[in-house]
């Protein structure tokens, strides 16, 4: 039978930090200036996880993360939002997570773990009830000496894909993407999708809120055109519609 979940099991003792030094702590300093603007600019949440004192030191106003709370309830929570706003069932993948995610760290070499992120996509309750798939991508920016995680950012946004799980990691400045594979529990190493010159043209004018005959007429083709390379952007990526398109783009830095 498997161990009912606590809150001490999503700080994986293989980066326990039990104390830093004046060199580590002096990097922390004005570091959540940025973050805030960042945060106020964007439509995604933000949050910031302290692996020291094993909690939030930092959550955004944006509703799709707060489940209903403000963001100061959040911070207060800490970890206790994911045992109230978590199905059971994605509970017991976000410990599987961080179980494969730091076996992948490990043999990561120390001078280049700050410059993988991973990502997966969960449940979340909202207010009503109602469970919404989001995506969920965690990045370390300060690491200790011995290249242990002290704090990370965490960016969400809505998912595009249909389940949850799609664990991914990938290095800053690479063209491959590790996927862990959860029926074989293994990671599997592919290449990045690549977009087209004109498939991106078309996403970023599609953010902009431009129609297909917009599209059209700013790109100088016709509108059978834009529909054909939707079409095929659709089946490359998976997905069943331009929002979906939309996102999945953004979420995996293809626009």
Known sequence: MMKEPDL????????TIDGLTDEERVQKNNYLEPIKAFARATYTSIYVIDYLEQGFEFVS????????????????????????????????????INSVGF?????IPLNERILYTISYDFHLKNQEGKLILINQKLTPVFLTNTGKIWKAICIISLSSERKAGNIKIHKNGENKVYNYNLDKDHWEESKKVSLSKREKEILQLSTRGFTINEIADEIFVSPDTVKFHRRKLFERLEVTSITEAIAYATNNKLI
């Not at 001490?8 to 980066?15: E, G, I, L, T, V």
């Not at 707060?66 to 976000?94: Q, R, W």
């Not at 076996?103 to 043999?107: N, P, T």
Request: hydrophobic residues 40%; aromatic residues 18%; charged residues 25%.
């Open 61 to 96: 106003d944006n509703p799709l993360f707060l489940c209903g709370n403000t963001a100061e309830e959040v911070l207060e929570m800490g970890y206790a939002f994911y045992f109230k706003h978590v199905p059971s069932i994605d509970l017991e993948l976000l410990l599987k």
């Open 8 to 15: 001490n099991s999503f700080f994986d003792s293989r980066n």
């Open 103 to 107: 076996d992948f760290y490990e043999k």
